[in-house]
C-alpha cells in the first residue's frame, strides 16, 4: 500500500468543476426559494424506521447546522483539516496552484443498472452470498427479492420528482409505518427489508405541494402508480452533489486521475439547458486507527468554502481492506444537510474498499440504505481499481435499493476488465466502455433530464452493412 501521497492537486479537476457549475448557476440560496415548485419536504423521520438510522436531531432531518459547517471526527485530537495527527506531516507532494500534467492518462469506466435486469442481480446475488457472507462479518444479508416498482404522476401523466410518499397500514388513522421519496424520474424502489418489514398490504398517500395522491399497495406487487391530483411544476432543479472519498493509502493514485478526469466535466454539466442550482458536500474517510475517521463538510455553494476543505486532504493509513464507510455513510445522512425543497441529491461514493465492521458500530450501510429513501438520495458508487468481491457486493447493494447504477474504472484501451485486478460479476457483453468522465457527465444528465421531463434522445440504429458479394 503506497505511503503518503497528496490529494492536493488531484482536487484541482473537482474545483474546476464547482466553479464552472457555480458560475453557470450564479445565484445565491435565497435567491432560489421561489424557483421551487413544490413545498418543502417534511423533515421529520416516519414511525418504524430502521434503529441505526438518523432520526430526529440529526443534520438531515433536523435542518442544516449552517451552510458549510465543518465536522472533524479527528478534532478532539488536535487534527485540522489541514494536516495530520502531531508530528504527522500532511502539506501536499505536489506544489500547490501548479496544473497536474497534462500527460495524465484519462480514466475509463462501465457501469450496470441492476434494476434494469432485475433477474440477473437477484442471481448474483444470492450466489455471491452464497460463496461470500459466511467469510466476513462485514458483509450484512438483506432479503431483496421483495421489489416494488413505485411511480408517481401528476394529473398530466407526468412524473413527478421528489414526492412525499407515507406508507400507512389499510385503514389507519394513525402515524405512517414509514417514509421516502420518489427520485428525479418519479419512481421509487420500494424493498420492504430496508425498513425492516415483511411485504404486506399498504396504503400509500403522496404529496407533492398542493397535489395529493394516494392508492393501494397488495402485498407482493411488482409495480404501483400513484396518479396525484393537480398538475406539477417542479421549477427550476436544485442539485445537492456530495462526495464519500475513501482517503486511504490504497486509493492515492487511482483518486489523482479520477480528479484530474473530472475536470473536463466541468463545462459540459454547466451547458445543461436546466442549469441546475448546486451545493457541494464532502466527506472524506479511512478507518479507526489512523490519523482521523471521518471529516466531513456540510453542504455549500461556495466553491473557495468548499475547496479549502477539499485541497489539503492527503492519501493515508488504512492497512487491512475494509475502511470507515460504514461511518462516511452515517455522517453524509447524520452531518449534510440535505435540501427540504424539491431537489435532486446525488451521493458519489469513490472506494475500492467494503465497508469495516465493528462489534460497537451504532450504525452501518444497511441503515444507510433506509436513510436514503427517507432523503430521496441516488446512491452512485464508483469502485476503483483493486476493489474485491466483498466490496462489489456492498456497492450493487447500494446501488439497487436506491435506484443508482453500479460504476467501475475499467483497465484502458476499451478493455472490460475492472483496473487493478479487480474481477466483477457482471456480464461483459452488456458493458459499455467509455471515458470516465463522459460516463459521469450521462449519469448526471440523465437525473437532470428526468427532474425537467425532457425526452430522452435515442440515437438511431446504424444501418446494416452491404452484403459482401461472393467470390
Known sequence: MPSRFSLGLSTLGTLALCASLT?????????????????????????????????????????????????????DAGVAWGGEAAGGGGSPDWPEGEAYPNGAPGLEGAEIDDNADFAAFLEYYEAAWTSLGGASPDLHWIDLTARTMVTVRDADGRTVPDVDLQFFAPQSEGEALFAARSLADGRFALFPAVFDRQPESLTVVAHAGQARGEATLEAGA?????????????????????????????MSEEIVRIKSTVETIAGRIAADPSAPILRLGLVAYRDRGDAFVTRTKDFTQSVEDFGA?????????????????????????????????????????????????????????????????????????????????????????????????FVFITEGGGSTAGSGGSDYDVPEEQLRVEALDDLV???????????????????????????????
Not at 444537510?337 to 451504532?362: C, G, M
Not at 437532470?448 to 438511431?460: I, K, N, Q, S
Open 23 to 75: 458560475s453557470a448557476c450564479g445565484q445565491t440560496e435565497s435567491d432560489d426559494e421561489a424557483a421551487a415548485g413544490q413545498a418543502p419536504s417534511a423533515g421529520e423521520p416516519a414511525a418504524g424506521e430502521p434503529s441505526g438510522s438518523h432520526g430526529e436531531g440529526s443534520a438531515s432531518s433536523s435542518g442544516s447546522p449552517g451552510e458549510g459547517s465543518v465536522y472533524d471526527s479527528a478534532a
Open 441 to 471: 457527465v450521462r449519469l448526471v444528465k440523465t437525473e437532470l433530464d428526468a427532474y425537467t421531463r425532457t425526452p430522452v434522445e435515442t440515437p438511431e440504429p446504424a444501418p446494416d452493412p452491404e452484403p459482401v458479394p461472393v467470390q
Open 309 to 405: 476543505s477539499l485541497r489539503p486532504l492527503t492519501a493515508d493509513g488504512g492497512g487491512d481492506t475494509p475502511e470507515a464507510l460504514n461511518e462516511a455513510l452515517s455522517d453524509a445522512f447524520g452531518r449534510l444537510s440535505w435540501r427540504r425543497e424539491t431537489a435532486v441529491r446525488l451521493a458519489f461514493v469513490i472506494a475500492d474498499a467494503p465497508a469495516h465492521f465493528y462489534e460497537d458500530a451504532q450504525y452501518t450501510y444497511v441503515d444507510a440504505m433506509g436513510d436514503a429513501a427517507r432523503e430521496g438520495v441516488k446512491l452512485l458508487p464508483i469502485s476503483s481499481g483493486g476493489a474485491d468481491p466483498f466490496a462489489e457486493f456492498q456497492f450493487r447493494q447500494l446501488a439497487v435499493t436506491t435506484l443508482g447504477h
Open 222 to 250: 411488482p409495480a404501483l402508480t400513484i396518479t396525484l391530483d393537480a398538475a406539477v411544476d417542479p421549477g427550476r432543479p436544485h442539485l445537492d452533489l456530495a462526495f464519500l472519498i475513501d482517503c486511504t493509502g490504497s
